[in-house]
């Protein structure tokens, strides 16, 4: 129920070794909001710049996501970014950044946005992060993504969000630079000791790690042949994880584990095509019948 | 019932971010082996030099393993290798390697060995692996191992190999080799196309693929938070994974599934002391105890 995310809408050029798609939509919030609203309802918060086209509203209109917290700002220019895919499909370089009205301040939070229970904090300033979170009071869970660039240069303001929130989502190497460890299972437990109750350390087409108070999960990705757009892989991860706690409303261990291995499903369906073109196509009752396929994949005789 | 392995036995020199250890006991046929005889008889054939240490030989007494084809070859030198593992202790470099007996002739097989039903042949040239399975006419399940050297240098005979196997298990980097994709389930596909009934791609701390003709798994490696030395790793995982298949007898999907995380149970041992310091000092119930642990890991709530 009334999951709200907050984090980068933007306009984005890839070029992976599958081809290349200019000016499409992108962001963190973006992927985030289309994979859960397969869950849920979703709310965003996010700004744009008079640039943004009118074709990308059509895009969360078909999601379905409530766009009362988007924001247009005149006379600023949307968050862009171009950039470029290795052969692996996993390593990347960024061509170009523009953050635009990213870089100035956040959106009024609406009103009506008040009751949200269910925050996902896309990767933007701690600080930034901190701020948002305090206009939720009815908040039941608070799960935040970060990034190198952060942890470097904001470093005690990530360790002051670290107390405030339930779950961090990150990647492995962003999890060595964090803790300073070279190895997954102490990375983990040390950021659990940094405050929150479970980390996501995710690993790409390896799956992730789940380190929680009570307990641990290591999942798979499930697998996908023909990779055409690793964008926003992890934020679809998120967002199907999210989407399907906030429509569960179990937050225990088990239901976590379900959790993960549903946003695997979801970002899997979302690097078959560029920006949201794979999501746009598909419906619940597809997330469903590959996550069958995944239970089938650790199916192990008793 | 009734499982042989046939591959290397060493004397290795090993240098790790843990620390170091010289001459001690190592090869793919030992670390196998050890793995295996957790959950079944082994027979192993291989060939060792005069200067084999006789305390090297009471390791395979503590596990059990039936030495009757192991020679030690009068006039000869044993196998030894050099390794220095990187930071990230999955890379390594081999600083030395001296082939000596590994180089001659393969050792005879017993004839008290002619009914095993369950092959392993670890890695060494695939014309030697083609002549020692057509030694076992009782043969009920063959997988073999293979390397980058012999995808290059013996490739027709590889592929030769692979019509008359069951199974073949390699790395992620040889399957890509091996098949010119750089997509794990292209390349999996790829070599079940060309004549093996199943492939286990190794993708060490980050798990494995099984692509098999009526299926497919994908699973963790057991997380593990103090890595000592990765060596064997590879070797105690097929061990593992065949030893539970011989001791079962069950060659179905599922239980080819269960056998993967016993062998990925078995290696998380084996990495956690140099040689076989580890497995030495475990009993079976250990290895029930952290799969059950395994399995918690993916447990999922309904």
Not at 24 to 29: D, E, Y
Not at 31 to 58: H, W
Not at 202 to 224: D, N
Not at 283 to 299: C, N, P, S, V
Request: hydrophobic share 45%.
């Amino acid at each position: 129920m009334s999951l709200i995310v907050t984090g980068s809408i933007g306009i984005d050029t890839v070029i992976t070794p599958a081809g290349r798609a200019d000016k499409i939509l992108g962001g963190s919030c973006t992927y985030f909001a289309a994979a859960a609203s397969f869950f849920t309802a979703v709310r965003i918060v996010g700004a744009v710049g008079e640039d943004f086209p009118r074709e990308f509203l059509k895009v969360f209109e078909h999601f379905k996501v409530d766009t009362a917290g988007l924001e247009i700002r005149k006379g600023a220019k949307t968050f862009s970014w171009t950039g470029k895919y290795h052969d692996n499909m996993n390593d990347r370089d960024t061509l170009e950044v523009q953050p635009n009205v990213l870089a100035e301040a956040l959106p009024p939070v609406p009103g009506t946005y008040r009751d949200s229970q269910y925050i996902f904090l896309a990767n933007t300033h701690p600080g930034a992060q901190m701020e948002l979170l305090s206009q939720f009071p009815s908040r039941k869970l608070v799960v935040a993504d970060t990034m190198d660039l952060w942890i470097k240069t904001a470093n005690a303001e990530l360790l002051a969000l670290l107390k405030q929130i339930d779950g961090l989502v990150l990647n492995d190497s962003e999890a060595y630079l964090l803790t300073g460890e070279k190895n997954l299972v102490k990375a983990a437990r040390k950021v659990v000791g940094m405050g929150p109750k479970f980390v996501v350390i995710k690993k790409g087409e390896h799956g992730c790690l789940l380190e929680h108070r009570e307990g641990r999960a290591m999942l798979p990705a499930f697998p996908i042949a023909e990779v055409i757009d690793p964008t926003g892989a992890g934020d679809s991860f998120a967002g199907g994880m999210m989407g399907h706690l906030a429509a569960s409303g179990d937050l225990g261990l088990a239901n976590l584990r379900k959790a993960l291995a549903l946003g695997a499903v979801v970002a899997s369906f979302n690097v078959e095509a560029f920006s949201l073109g794979k999501l746009e196509k598909i419906k619940r009752a597809d997330i469903d019948e590959r996550f069958g396929q995944y239970l089938q994949m650790l199916a192990m005789a008793g």
